[in-house]
């Protein structure tokens, strides 16, 4: 088979599309052939050399894509040509994937490969963030980081089906005019005093319910922007390191701060399925839009890693395999 690789950490142009051994079958696994891979920052962070990568040169980075079993292990109950997807399988650049039996979730008929290589990794975690880190209740305001971006815009949308008001932070004019089509209440830019700006828009200017932070550098300013006895939730780092919180701010305001990582609530089969379940039928129904930036060809994937670090980019990068 052919993968996506790289032998040497750095930027881009390390990427290599080579011929690699296919994976060997084994107990509880099924091969998986790709037609659409999901494209995410922490394949950036792993071609740089920030991430932990398990085995030896040339590595395939990668865990999120849709395609059909290839072939099955006879204690799987999979069969050849079922359509499934995963979030968490790694090696996923590649035309052939080798996955375990239960991280494949199957994928509905009306669910196309793209949609759901757009959507499994960010789709599911909006879906815990609002469900499990803070479950939403119909009124509550809440903040959300990066509105226009790959786990923004879908957790604006869910923010709206669970019948909360979403606040949208985006970085520009632009993206926050597409938080609003998402269905933001309202849209700031990250300008000097946001937190303030965004409280007057709360009832009686007393400050959201909850903020989802991704960006993480912006942590205290989350703080601000919620009520007393407000929550805030942090679930990753895309615009730098979060601050140190004094535990004593924490008492004196009533606030919670609670941590988020999609890893420790996808802790079986039945989880993944349960929860996919509910994102895909959000998709089905129309309720869940799932926007997709660009498509490029899995053998220029040094392409589509540079769209994505430019920071331009507004919904989904995939990487489709000529066998798709």
Same mark, same amino acid.
């Given at each position: 088979m052919r993968a996506l690789t790289f032998s040497r950490f750095g930027g881009?142009?390390?990427?290599?599309?080579r011929e690699v051994p296919d994976p060997a079958p084994q107990p509880g696994h099924?091969?998986?052939r790709t037609r659409a891979i999901g494209l995410n920052f922490a394949d950036v962070y792993r071609r740089r050399g920030a991430y932990h990568? /398990?085995?030896?040169p040339p590595y395939i980075a990668g865990y999120e894509a849709a395609g059909v079993v290839e072939s099955a292990a006879p204690d799987t109950s999979l069969r050849p040509g079922q359509r499934v997807a995963f979030a968490d399988v790694p090696f996923a650049n590649a035309e052939l994937v080798l996955a375990p039996r239960d991280k494949l979730v199957p994928l509905p008929d009306d669910v196309s490969f793209e949609t759901a290589a757009a959507s499994m990794l960010q789709g599911l975690t909006a879906q815990y963030l609002t469900a499990d880190s803070h479950p939403l209740a119909?009124?509550?305001? /809440?903040v959300v980081h990066s509105a226009a971006g790959g786990v923004g815009s879908l957790l604006t949308q869910i923010c709206r089906?669970?019948?909360a008001v979403p606040l949208a932070l985006v970085s520009s004019e632009s993206k926050r005019a597409t938080a609003l089509q998402l269905g933001a209440e309202a849209a700031l830019t990250y300008e000097p005093g946001w937190p303030d700006a965004l409280r007057r828009l709360t009832p009686g200017g007393r400050g959201a319910d909850v903020a989802?932070?991704?960006v993480g550098r912006t942590l205290m300013d989350s703080f601000a922007a919620v009520r007393t006895g407000g929550h805030v939730v942090f679930y990753g780092m895309a615009g730098g390191d979060p601050p140190h919180v004094d535990p004593r701010m924490l008492m004196?305001? $009533?606030?919670?701060? $609670?941590?988020?990582?999609?890893?420790?609530?996808l802790t079986s089969g039945e989880e993944r399925v349960r929860r996919s379940a509910e994102l895909f039928g959000w998709i089905r129904s129309g309720r869940l839009k799932v926007s997709i930036w660009g498509t490029f060809p899995l053998a220029k994937g040094a392409e589509a890693h540079r769209a994505l670090e430019g920071r331009g980019t507004t919904g989904k990068i995939l990487l489709v395999p000529e066998n798709g």
């Amino acid at each position: 088979m052919r993968a996506l690789t790289f032998s040497r950490f750095g930027g881009p142009e390390v990427l290599e599309w080579r011929e690699v051994p296919d994976p060997a079958p084994q107990p509880g696994h099924a091969v998986v052939r790709t037609r659409a891979i999901g494209l995410n920052f922490a394949d950036v962070y792993r071609r740089r050399g920030a991430y932990h990568l /398990a085995g030896k040169p040339p590595y395939i980075a990668g865990y999120e894509a849709a395609g059909v079993v290839e072939s099955a292990a006879p204690d799987t109950s999979l069969r050849p040509g079922q359509r499934v997807a995963f979030a968490d399988v790694p090696f996923a650049n590649a035309e052939l994937v080798l996955a375990p039996r239960d991280k494949l979730v199957p994928l509905p008929d009306d669910v196309s490969f793209e949609t759901a290589a757009a959507s499994m990794l960010q789709g599911l975690t909006a879906q815990y963030l609002t469900a499990d880190s803070h479950p939403l209740a119909a009124g509550e305001h /809440a903040v959300v980081h990066s509105a226009a971006g790959g786990v923004g815009s879908l957790l604006t949308q869910i923010c709206r089906i669970r019948g909360a008001v979403p606040l949208a932070l985006v970085s520009s004019e632009s993206k926050r005019a597409t938080a609003l089509q998402l269905g933001a209440e309202a849209a700031l830019t990250y300008e000097p005093g946001w937190p303030d700006a965004l409280r007057r828009l709360t009832p009686g200017g007393r400050g959201a319910d909850v903020a989802f932070d991704g960006v993480g550098r912006t942590l205290m300013d989350s703080f601000a922007a919620v009520r007393t006895g407000g929550h805030v939730v942090f679930y990753g780092m895309a615009g730098g390191d979060p601050p140190h919180v004094d535990p004593r701010m924490l008492m004196d305001t $009533s606030k919670r701060l $609670s941590g988020g990582d999609l890893w420790n609530v996808l802790t079986s089969g039945e989880e993944r399925v349960r929860r996919s379940a509910e994102l895909f039928g959000w998709i089905r129904s129309g309720r869940l839009k799932v926007s997709i930036w660009g498509t490029f060809p899995l053998a220029k994937g040094a392409e589509a890693h540079r769209a994505l670090e430019g920071r331009g980019t507004t919904g989904k990068i995939l990487l489709v395999p000529e066998n798709g």
